[in-house]
């Protein structure tokens, strides 16, 4: 947590790798756009992946990724050059996600295998599974019911990675995707969020039991041994990596729409959590309020004190005005807010046997959520969409609408 609010050469270097990661990914996605051979417009143009098909994707990319298909399969680490297998060999990987359904994956191995034999034959070597967690699924809700995974689903879900391995690909799962899960939970205050499935992003990262519940449901699942591959999913190899969380972060929810995305529940109970840190740090207001001293800047009001735990917790359009060394506590706190469950998972997961590469949330959320995953993280995960499908209301209607990078 030293020198977060410094923002020196760390995080110019952590800046200048973000900007070099969206000029490459840039790149990726403008190579889609081409000339349609028909109508010869320069723009995209259908393209259906036909997996009864069996032809293959030739690409340098999928070549190159096609030598680290395995049949033996080896912990990939991160070093300073990259990503490298336990050999010291380096680990490239051409990758898919694929999120579960009610439907995915199928109750027809047949279909299982159509899917993974396609996909390795369009050269793919890594998948990462994701949303094992959403509603849809059932799989949390009824873990968080009794207590146990859901037999039938982790059936389907054990021989889909069984036929992923016997491919000889790679894969990573992730299993904390959406917030909506949370509303099974009692006692949670959900955020003031417009939009339903995001009630209670951030709020499973600063709500202590919360975060106790999802870091149970990490213990269960990665320890759950696959019946068809005799493996626990922390103890996998061919698991690459894990995320704490897939898309949040308590810098979300500070700052996002200017703190209106936090709850009145949410505030007091951050609003406690910071006397909490602030004691620790401080012990008397005395310390405090000589800390925050600082001419013209606002510090601490005449009745607040860390005896009564009354301090308030500022909203962010008033960092402006408060001094620097008070500015820099709020950041250290919200900080320590992602730092304490990113490493609240990674316990959980360590404690399991996991070995393979962790990573704390995708990098949305500004430089003090990167810092987290830096400091944290064995690598930092930026992933996005091209041509993602969104539904808005347009002249009062539902509409899916194309959004691309």
């Known amino acids: 947590m030293s020198g977060i609010g410094e923002y020196g050469q760390n995080i110019r270097e952590l800046f200048w790798r973000v900007v070099l990661t969206l000029v490459l990914s840039a790149c990726v996605a403008c190579s889609a756009a081409d000339k349609d051979p028909q109508s010869g417009r320069e723009d995209y143009y259908e393209f259906t992946i036909p997996w009864d098909h069996p032809g293959v994707l030739s690409t340098r990319l999928a070549v190159n990724a096609r030598k680290a298909q395995h049949t033996q399969f080896q912990r990939v680490l991160a070093s300073e050059g990259g990503l490298i297998f336990e050999d010291g060999s380096p680990a490239r990987f051409y990758g898919v996600a694929v999120a579960v359904s009610k439907t995915f994956p199928p109750t027809n191995p047949d279909e299982i295998k159509r899917f993974v034999n396609k996909l390795k034959g369009y050269g793919v070597n890594l998948v990462r599974l994701t949303g094992l967690d ?19 689903v982790m059936t389907r879900f054990d021989l889909l990675v069984a036929e992923i391995r016997n491919a000889g ?9 959406v917030s909506a899960k949370i509303q099974s939970l009692e006692n949670v205050s959900p955020n003031a969020h417009k939009v339903k499935h995001k009630r209670f992003n951030f709020v499973q990262i600063f709500d202590e039991s919360v975060a106790n519940e999802i870091a149970g449901w990490y213990r269960a699942f990665v320890s759950h041994k696959n019946e068809f591959s005799n493996v626990t999913y922390a103890e996998d190899p061919a698991n690459v990596y894990i995320t704490a969380i897939n898309e949040d972060s308590i810098f979300n929810g500070y700052f996002g729409a200017r703190g209106r995305l936090l709850s009145a529940e949410n505030k007091q109970y951050l609003q406690k959590l910071f006397n909490i840190f602030l004691t620790d740090k401080y012990s008397t207001t005395q310390e405090l309020r000589k800390e925050w001293r600082q001419p013209g800047k606002k510090d601490l009001l005449s009745n607040e004190n860390l005896e009564s735990g009354n301090v308030t917790f500022p909203k962010p359009d008033e960092l402006t005005d408060v001094s620097r060394a008070k500015f820099d506590d709020v950041i250290h706190f919200l900080y320590e807010i992602d730092s304490n469950y990113a490493n609240l998972i990674k316990a959980e997961l360590d404690s399991m046997g996991f070995t393979g590469l962790f990573s704390v949330t995708n990098n949305w959320y500004g430089l003090e959520s990167l810092k987290v995953n830096a400091d944290i993280g064995d690598i930092i995960d930026m992933h996005g969409y ?11 209607k539902s509409q899916e609408i194309v959004r691309c990078l």
């Open 134 to 152: 959403y509603p849809r699924l059932g799989l949390f809700q009824d873990w968080l019911r009794d207590r146990r995974l859901n037999s039938s």
């Open 169 to 177: 690909l790679y894969y990573s799962i992730s299993i904390n995707d």
């Open 386 to 396: 091209f041509d993602h499908p969104i539904r808005k209301i347009v002249d009062g």
